[in-house]
């Protein structure tokens, strides 16, 4: 069976992509659902069916059980029992650790979203002129031809954006 490495690091994949990662057809694995209890993804309230990595891989060994090593339908199942992936969750044990896994991307989000506040009000409470460059180097310059008749000046914004003078417009 394909090691765990092999399969993105994702909690969830779509039936497009467990297709893809198992080499058959989505409709193959709705078939599959209603021939192995085991392999049970869990649904959206949209009807989505969403794969842990653990029916991943038992789709995997399925597909190597009846696509490769000729098991029929039946064989597979016995054979499957017999290695233990048989013990499907029970619909209780599903809620459970749907909802811890969704407990912890929250509280991952929650980190997340407290450190870059914290980056926020830092930058707010820098001042406007610490933040904005007070000085502008010229390495080279090359003066412009002025047009016949006028006196070559620097604009008064040149200058300006030179101090950092510039209002901020928000």
Do not use: C
Request: hydrophobic share 40%; net charge positive.
């Amino acid at each position: 069976m394909p090691s765990r490495t092999l399969l993105p690091d994702k909690l969830f994949y779509k039936i497009g992509e467990v297709a893809d990662l198992v080499g058959v057809k989505p409709h193959v694995l709705r078939y599959w659902e209603s021939e192995f209890p085991s392999l049970r993804p869990m649904k959206t309230r949209g009807a989505h069916r969403v794969y842990k990595k653990r029916d991943v891989e038992l789709a995997m060994l399925i597909r190597r059980l009846l696509h490769d090593e000729g098991y029929t339908t039946p064989g597979a199942k016995k054979r499957i029992r017999e290695l233990g992936h048989d013990r499907a969750e029970s619909d209780e044990g599903r809620g459970a650790s749907r909802e811890v896994v969704l407990r912890g991307e929250l509280l991952g989000l929650r980190e997340e979203l407290q450190r870059l506040l914290v980056q926020l009000d830092a930058i707010v409470a820098t001042p406007a002129s610490a933040r904005l460059p007070s000085s502008v180097t010229v390495h080279s310059a090359t003066p412009l031809a002025a047009a016949p008749g006028t006196a070559q000046t620097s604009s008064p914004v040149v200058v300006a954006a030179a101090r950092g003078d510039l209002p901020n417009k928000r």
